[in-house]
């Protein structure tokens, strides 16, 4: 498989997009993410209730004579994308209500397929001046896998954690890039769609390793490279504006990478099998110690051949779970409990001691 090399990584090229993406590897890059023009359809100055002129987006980028004009340019910069992506690779897009329905029909019929739609909701968004429709307070991600049978990623545990150790929820809330964020040129901002920080940050941390080979074709003044490049991963931005690509350079020569160790969340599947006698050898549970489930309605007893026993039943800590519950399945490492300084904790913050203290590479 035709793979990028490193010196044709963590670069910024300047051209239309899709001849740029004409001359790169076929299946070469593990994700793209792609910020296209929305084509907004503006029609002259939008104004504010005290007159003033709102600094909106009518660059010639997001002009396109008809609707026909904005499929056909739609369609070729996907087709450049699809060749590009590995076979296992994914594609983000974000627009509005604009052309986001347009993109995601011409992708299904390109061959992706839609694993997610994602809301941002801003939590800063710009009011409807005019009062004639509701606030336009969200835009729409589509995330897709190259094809149906793709085996994608998803850093599940990452967005776990990120969320407080809930399930992340396909509702994101973020502000718009401000403040410091928001790059600027004469004292205006430098360009009028520049996205937050944050939500590259998770979109990367969701479908990305360290390493990986990230593509965005409108790369603008450059987000997807500075996250990229702060988390480990390798990036290629196209651009054909030759003003932002400077500014994306330079902002993201000033990007110090974090510590490899820090960019990556360990997968459950792929961590050590640690089984529950493990607890019982490294003394940390000790035959006869008392189990019980976060509200003590139910207690086991630890045996020394590492099964548990409740007045009902004898097996391993999942068994003995679930049939104390009258349930057809337990995870008895987050059900069982023991006690530790007089307080519950969880028996699988035992098994985390016990993988913690395995050295690097331990199976």
């Not at 980028?61 to 087709?79: C, G, H, P, V």
């Not at 987000?223 to 490049?229: D, I, M, R, S």
């Not at 651009?239 to 932002?244: K, P, Q």
Request: net charge neutral; aromatic share 8%; glycine share 8%.
């Amino acid at each position: 498989m035709n793979h990028i090399g490193l010196q044709g990584t963590d670069r910024v090229l300047v051209g239309d997009c899709v001849e740029l993406m004409a001359g790169l590897p076929e299946a070469s890059v593990d994700v793209v993410f792609a910020d296209p023009p929305y084509n907004l359809q503006l029609g002259g100055n939008l104004l504010r209730p005290n007159n003033s002129v709102v600094d909106g987006v009518d660059d010639a980028w997001d002009k396109f004579s008809d609707f026909k004009a904005y499929d056909q340019f739609t369609e070729a910069w996907l087709r450049g994308a699809h060749r590009l992506l590995k076979p296992d690779g994914t594609l983000w897009v974000i627009g509005s209500y604009h052309n986001i329905f347009r993109v995601g029909a011409i992708l299904q019929d390109l061959g992706y397929w839609i694993l997610n739609d994602i809301v941002w909701r801003k939590t800063n968004p710009m009011p409807n001046f005019r009062g004639r429709r509701f606030t336009n307070a969200h835009e729409t991600l589509i995330w897709a896998s190259k094809s149906q049978t793709s085996r994608y990623l998803f850093n599940y545990e990452a967005m776990k954690a990120l969320n407080d150790d809930l399930q992340m929820r396909s509702d994101w809330l973020f502000p718009l890039c401000s403040g410091p964020e928001r790059l600027k040129r004469d004292g205006q901002k430098a360009h009028p769609t520049q996205k937050p920080e944050a939500l590259l940050h998770r979109v990367l941390m969701a479908s990305t390793r360290p390493g990986d080979v990230v593509l965005d074709p409108f790369f603008g003044t450059g987000t997807t490279g500075a996250v990229a490049k702060r988390l480990g991963r390798h990036f290629i931005g196209l651009e054909r504006d030759s003003d932002y690509a400077t500014l994306a350079s330079e902002r993201i020569e000033a990007i110090d990478p974090a510590d490899a160790s820090l960019v990556t969340t360990p997968r459950k599947r792929e961590e050590p099998r640690i089984p529950f006698g493990t607890l019982i050898e490294r003394g940390l549970l000790k035959p006869g110690d008392v189990l019980f489930d976060d509200r003590r309605r139910w207690t086991a007893r630890v045996r020394a051949d590492g099964t548990v026993i409740s007045a009902e039943t004898r097996g391993s800590i999942h068994k003995v779970g679930a049939e104390v519950q009258g349930a057809s399945a337990c995870n008895g490492w987050t059900f069982w409990h023991t006690e530790i300084r007089g307080m519950p904790v969880p028996i699988d913050m035992l098994r985390q001691q016990v993988r913690d203290a395995l050295p690097a590479g331990a199976i």
